[in-house]
């Protein structure tokens, strides 16, 4: 199985200022197809996961456009350019380029 | 609007059964893979199982390979995980996800394993 490594465990960030998460995988994420199967979800408190980044890089539909995903091969990274309170939760990373689909550990995100 | 409703959770007794429903709405089923993903109570996602559109393709974790069957009733618009020989490590929230990989989740039915 891919394992995806994601650090930090938990953020503390103020308001306006940038973030940042990280996401390792323990196999190379770009497909034959050109394709790199890396997502990054956030799951808001008490809610289920929503997708932010697909193919490692493309806002999903809806993302605010401070979201954005780039990395490649093993390396990803997650950056949100000004945080807001409504971007407080936990950040998931996620392969899907072979089954069984893994996600990271999450990286929780609060407001200081 | 795209919903998803999980129902079909509850408490069992280590070793007993359980299937989980999750119904469609705001979407035609039949043209969408899906998923269910688990969470342990304060634990992170752990994915389960996949059908394809069809039901004629599915995947597992190795962790419920052969006690966990995952089907579809694109008529009814309702996707199944039949859940046998639970134990205490599959309680979790169970959500149905659609899509090639998950995109739109429901909010998930809680399935607690104790005697």
């Known amino acids: 199985d891919i394992v995806m490594t994601q650090t930090p465990l938990s953020l503390s960030v103020t308001p306006g200022q940038p973030a940042s998460i990280s996401c390792k995988s323990s196999?190379?994420?770009?497909?034959?197809?050109?394709?790199?199967?890396l997502y990054w979800y956030l799951q808001k408190p008490g809610q289920p996961p929503q997708l932010l980044i697909y193919?490692?890089?493309n806002r999903f539909s809806g993302v605010p456009d401070r979201f954005s995903g780039s990395g490649s091969g093993t390396d990803f990274t997650l950056k949100i350019s000004r945080v807001e309170a409504e971007d407080v939760g936990v950040y998931y990373c996620?392969?899907?380029?072979?089954?069984?689909?893994?996600f990271g550990g999450g990286t929780k995100v609060e407001i200081k | 609007e795209v919903q998803l409703v999980e129902s079909g959770g509850g408490l069992v007794q280590p070793g007993g059964s359980l299937r989980l429903s999750c119904a469609a709405s705001g979407f035609t089923l039949s043209s969408y893979w899906m998923h269910w993903v688990r969470q342990a109570p304060g634990k992170g996602l752990v994915w389960v199982s996949r059908i394809n559109s069809d039901g004629s393709s599915t995947g597992y974790a190795d962790s419920v390979k052969g006690r966990f069957t995952i089907s579809r009733d694109n008529a009814r618009n309702t996707l199944y995980l039949e859940m046998n020989s639970l134990r205490g490590e599959d309680t979790a929230v169970y959500y149905c996800?659609?899509?090639?990989?998950?995109?739109?989740w429901g909010q998930g039915t809680l399935v607690t394993v104790s005697s």
């Open positions: 996800a659609r899509g090639w990989v998950p995109q739109n």
């Open positions: 996620m392969q899907s380029i072979q089954l069984p689909l893994t």
């Open positions: 196999q190379s994420l770009l497909h034959s197809d050109g394709k790199t199967y």
């Open positions: 193919e490692f890089s």
